[in-house]
């Protein structure tokens, strides 16, 4: 981890207010911002842990934890409600698999739309759709 926060703090060395550059890279790199990171990225940027903490903790793109395998994300702008995104999401909340609400994934005329792995978009989703695409999944593995 200490050799790649080091690439990453010569990359933003030179950038003023580089703290949600430094942290963006951190979890590109390792998948999350680890606790033990948050000292050191302080101390880099002679900030107060509690500063990088704060930034950490308000952004929800931030995570502190690894990341689950896979990450559902499903919209749950206004769009995507009129086309049913809130019972799909009660449903997908009952499966085993982390689903977070996002809030818009460009597809608004295709709603209920879905996102995994910030990589696969798939629009017209329904409970049976979602359940085929999941399974699909954990074929995959």
Known sequence: ???????????HQHEPGSLLPILHDVQHALGYVPEDAVPLIAN???QSRAEVHGVISYYQHFRTTPPPKHVVRLCCAEACQANGCNALFEHAKLQNIEVEPVYCLGLCTLGPAMQIDELKLHARVTPEKFDALIKALGDES
């Open 44 to 46: 880099h940027l002679n």
């Open 1 to 11: 981890m200490i050799s790649k926060l080091n690439t990453i703090f010569a990359k």
